[in-house]
């Protein structure tokens, strides 16, 4: 038995998959990639990592294992026994048979109708209340029950053509390896799943349900339970309760947050909806009284962070966010302020309104001191402006402290005293101002030494979650596309990536216009001197060990002569670079990644660069793709 269904953006992985599942019976996950690693289609694939995508025809069992549901289910059988109304409406539920509807293909004598689509079908019949039915229903022809009685049973059984209902022409009790399996669930304390249940004895009982047995709800009877919403539990059982809990428990997973801050979370989600949507009138009596007390959950840096990241991933608009912050602030607990400025602040710096964001972040800080994430992007706005001293005292006070990526850059540019001058002497730059006026306490790097530290700024930039899924698309394929995990983790924290989202990426430039205002002059000046360089492959023509090097641009034929005091003698004369060879002051660099490259994927590159039809639907891409290659290359790692 072999039914075809449309299959979607993973179409030749489930066409794959099906196969094998049909002819082995079920298989976990590493079996399935076993087999499918040997399969002749193999390099056509793109393997599964964690789980298979979702589709009609397959099934996920408890232990783990995936099946296909005509391979486990075909000939099975489920009955529904009819009442009057049904008899005379020809319209059934599909509550005792609802497991089985995935084999309903169109074809057969009746439609299987979705009631909010189509109510007036249900109407017709004379069916006034629609709720006993829930989602769906079998809508037969007039007068197909005229020959059958209330009480009867009709059978659904899955057969080479479908799902055929007709009368049952026979009729056993029970099905005891069901009542089995819903005990020994039911003996942990949880309710059982009535689908889940059903589908583990199909498969651990080949023969159950071949034949016409009672009603799953008359079995459930028998056993003294009640089935409520597909649940199945004890009598007295507080099934609403349970659902609720489950629905608190599914959703703190989901996002990530405690389960006793979901209403607080829930709540501030729904406020920023109603906010969205223009639905903001009498927002007090529907999110103050009474319930302002919720928001307190948000008070947790973590459980900000997490509501933020979720809202700004969901592309809701950054003013809804920043309205729904500033009224929590005004309508919540004291506590929560700290955390309100700095959601506002978040949002203001989505919209690239960054001096806003600076002023929210203030207020955050001055507010709780130890609030970490408003601590970190305060850092950020003041190491932008040049102050290193006040960054690294906002560090300091972070949950990372002096491990955020941050500090130690920051620790290299801290200020150079002049035990020389007394604090009243002019001050050493010529500018005529005393010294205490003027450059005591602040850093006296020159624009050469600090270009590190603007591009590191520029870096920084990447990590803010507009370019999460650019940076994904890039590791995936710095990864080699790899279906290990840890590879991909691996891939997501290489320095190529950053580079290649500012260059070919546009980050550099969104980074200048965002941020670019918050810059010493000078540094300024320089990033808007970087933004038209372009990467390329350089060859090595000189290694001066301690010093820099000399590079040739093969694409222009101009030479650099590069400062790098860095380079040793494991850079070989001749080799060629990937990189960009930036200006600095009065001299050249190269500050993002160098990967060393063979000849071949030279010319790759160099033909990507000059194919100007050639459009990645995240920037780079391709040229990581080819860095990556190591088919073309022995050398995997940046220089």
């Avoid at 689509?117 to 829930?134: H, M, N, T």
């Avoid at 590879?487 to 290649?500: G, I, R």
């Amino acid at each position: 038995m072999d039914f075809d269904y449309d299959l979607a953006a993973d179409d030749a992985l489930i066409a794959a998959v099906l196969p094998l599942l049909r002819e082995h019976g079920p298989l976990t996950l590493d079996e399935i990639r076993e087999r499918l690693v040997s399969g002749d289609d193999a390099d056509d694939l793109i393997l599964p990592v964690d789980e298979l995508p979702d589709h009609p025809m397959l099934v996920y069992l408890s232990d783990g294992r995936y099946a296909a549901f005509d391979a486990l289910l075909g000939g099975r059988v489920l009955t529904h026994r009819l009442t009057d109304a049904e008899v005379a409406s020809a319209v059934l539920p599909v509550d005792e048979i609802y497991p089985l509807l995935v084999f309903v293909t169109g074809d057969e004598d009746y439609d299987l109708v979705e009631i909010d689509q189509e109510p007036d079908r249900l109407e017709d019949r004379g069916i006034a209340d629609l709720a006993p039915f829930g989602n769906e229903a079998l809508v037969f022809p007039r007068g197909a029950f005229a020959e059958l009685s209330s009480g009867d049973l009709v059978a659904a059984t899955v057969t080479e053509t479908g799902l055929v209902i007709a009368p049952a022409t026979a009729e056993t009790d029970t099905v005891p390896e069901l009542a089995a399996v819903l005990g020994e669930t039911l003996a942990s304390g949880d309710p059982a799943y009535l689908e889940s249940s059903v589908f583990s004895v199909m498969f651990e009982a080949p023969t159950s349900f071949t034949v016409p047995s009672l009603p799953l709800s008359e079995q459930i009877e028998r056993e003294g339970l009640e089935v409520s919403g597909g649940l199945v539990a004890p009598p007295g059982f507080d099934f609403a309760g349970y659902l609720a809990r489950s629905a608190v428990d599914s959703y703190a997973e989901q996002v990530g947050v405690p389960v006793e801050a979901v209403p607080g979370v829930v709540l501030f989600a729904s406020l920023v909806d109603a906010i969205s949507d223009g639905d903001d009138s009498d927002l007090e009596s529907r999110f103050a009284e009474g319930k302002s007390g919720l928001f307190a959950a948000l008070a947790d840096p973590d459980v900000a962070m997490t509501v933020v990241d979720e809202l700004l991933e969901q592309a809701i608009a950054s003013e809804s966010i920043e309205r729904a912050a500033v009224w929590m602030k005004d309508h919540g607990p004291r506590k929560v302020d700290a955390a309100a400025f700095w959601i506002a602040g978040k949002a203001a710096e989505t919209a690239a309104r960054v001096d806003d964001a600076a002023r929210y972040f203030e207020r955050s800080t001055d507010l709780d001191s130890e609030f970490y994430p408003a601590l970190e992007d305060l850092a950020r706005y003041v190491s932008d402006s040049g102050d290193a001293v006040r960054a690294l005292s906002l560090l300091g006070r972070s949950l990372d402290g002096p491990d955020h990526p941050l500090y130690s850059v920051l620790e290299t540019f801290q200020p150079v005293e002049r035990p020389d001058l007394g604090r009243n002497d002019r001050c050493w730059c010529g500018s005529g101002r005393k010294y205490k006026a003027c450059h005591l306490g602040k850093a006296e790097y020159s624009l050469e030494d600090r270009a590190p530290w603007l591009y590191f700024k520029a870096c920084m930039q990447m990590s803010e979650v507009s370019w999460r899924d650019h940076r994904f698309a890039l590791a995936e394929a710095r990864s080699g596309y790899s279906d290990s995990d840890d590879d991909l983790f691996e891939a997501l924290s290489d320095p190529l990536l950053d580079d290649v989202m500012l260059g070919e990426g546009g980050g550099l430039a969104e980074f200048a216009e965002v941020r670019g205002h918050l810059l010493p002059d000078d540094e300024r000046d320089l990033l808007a001197r970087w933004l038209p360089v372009e990467r390329s492959v350089h060859e090595v023509e000189a290694v001066r060990v301690g010093e820099g090097l000399t590079l040739r641009d093969v694409r222009t034929g101009e030479r650099r002569n590069l400062t790098a005091p860095e380079v040793g003698e494991d850079v070989p004369v001749g080799g060629l670079l990937c990189a960009r060879v930036v200006p600095v002051a009065d001299t050249w660099r190269i500050l993002g990644a160098a990967t060393p490259v063979t000849q071949e994927q030279s010319d790759a590159i160099l033909r990507l660069f000059g194919d100007s039809e050639q459009a990645d639907v995240y920037a780079g891409v391709a040229l990581v793709e080819l860095l990556t290659d190591l088919s073309m290359s022995t050398q995997a790692t940046d220089g």
